[in-house]
């Protein structure tokens, strides 16, 4: 599973990606989170304009077997949601790291990023979850 993880990305410990687009970044959940869920049934996003804190839920994802909490990792606004997971929630099992990514949000402090992991470090961190 751990040769999945991409290695552009940054992560959080609640297993949680994300990718720096230019002035944005965009939020998913890993692989990881995805086969701890199953089967992803239903997805609530915030919406555009919504503020969102870092460590705040941004978002619920439903499975068969839970509902999980969405977090935040950073401080900013909502610029979009992947309002296709409305319709189509698999693309997350299917893709977490393209089709399935979640929100796009305009970070008011970058620099919280900083506090993020990295490839290696989140590969380090589930090997010691285990």
């Not at 599973?1 to 552009?8: L, R, Y």
């Not at 970044?25 to 996003?45: K, R």
């Not at 509902?67 to 698999?90: H, K, Q, R, W």
């Not at 990295?118 to 380090?124: E, K, P, Q, V």
């Amino acid at each position: 599973m751990n040769d999945s993880i991409p290695a552009d990305l940054l992560y959080t410990k609640e297993h949680e990606w994300i990718r720096r687009d230019g002035e944005t970044i965009t939020i998913g959940i890993t692989a990881h989170a995805v086969d701890q869920l199953g089967d992803i049934t239903m997805v609530t996003l915030p919406e555009s304009g919504e503020a969102v804190e870092a460590g705040e839920r941004a978002g619920d994802i439903d499975s068969v077997k839970t509902v999980s909490e969405l977090f935040s990792p950073i401080d900013g606004e909502v610029i979009e949601s992947n309002e296709s997971l409305a319709d189509a929630p698999e693309a997350v099992n299917d893709d977490p790291y393209g089709a399935g990514w979640m929100i796009k949000i305009r970070p008011s402090d970058a620099a919280q990023l900083d506090a993020m992991m990295s490839a290696d470090a989140y590969r380090t961190f589930l090997a010691d979850e285990d």
